[in-house]
């Protein structure tokens, strides 16, 4: 599982380090243009597999669902999903305060240069600390760094979770529900995909 992780990591950072060292930016009919043309080999597998972060933020997703609750199904003990409801807010705002932080001072000096500058620069500390404590967890948001997108999503769905390990436990059939509650996040998204809905998910682009 460590390994699943660190090779997820290394392609979350390819996919934000080809954005900028290409230059990749949003083109006409919803098309992504680039500055500097990426070779043509990086759009196919194995390739591309390494480098699609939307891809791998989902395998971040199911890895964290799968363990949150799995010492409540060892050993059934319902301190397993309270202390992690109490823990769950502070494990994950604390280090985004910390990043955030470092973050806005280096971007203050100028180090990731002027389009980051004029985004934080009527940034304040305490508008920082209303980002890092509240506004990032009530959804997406990107006011200072783009990939705190995913953590309101994390948040929140670390409950509904803990909800389904603690409603459905004792259940018999429990793993149809399960199947069932897949099925049906997985049909909302691939609707998106196919427009047949409002909503998608990012694919990869070359």
């Given at each position: ?20 060292f290409f230059s990749q930016r949003p083109g006409k009919e919803g ?37 949150l609750p799995l010492n409540f199904f060892k050993t059934g003990r ?5 202390g992690g409801v109490m823990r769950r807010y502070f494990r994950l ?114």
């Amino acid at each position: 599982m460590d390994g699943i992780r660190g090779t997820g990591a290394l392609a979350v950072y390819l996919c934000h380090f080809k954005v900028e060292f290409f230059s990749q930016r949003p083109g006409k009919e919803g098309n992504i243009e680039y500055g500097i043309p990426p070779p043509t080999f990086f759009a196919y597998p194995p390739f591309a597999l390494f480098y699609n972060g939307y891809l791998w933020v989902k395998v971040f997703f199911i890895l964290s669902g799968f363990v949150l609750p799995l010492n409540f199904f060892k050993t059934g003990r319902y301190s397993c999903l309270t202390g992690g409801v109490m823990r769950r807010y502070f494990r994950l705002m604390l280090p985004v305060l910390m990043i955030l932080s470092i973050y806005l001072f280096f971007a203050r000096f100028d180090f990731f240069g002027e389009s980051t500058f004029n985004k934080i620069k009527n940034k304040t500390f305490l508008s920082l600390l209303y980002t890092a404590m509240l506004e990032i967890w009530a959804g997406p948001d990107i006011s200072f760094i783009e990939p705190t997108w995913t953590l309101g999503i994390e948040f929140w769905a670390t409950y509904l979770i803990y909800i389904v390990a603690f409603t459905s436990h004792a259940y018999r059939g429990r793993f149809f529900f399960y199947t069932a509650l897949i099925f049906f996040f997985w049909s909302i998204e691939y609707l998106g995909f196919l427009n047949l809905i409002p909503w998608k998910t990012g694919k990869v682009h070359v």
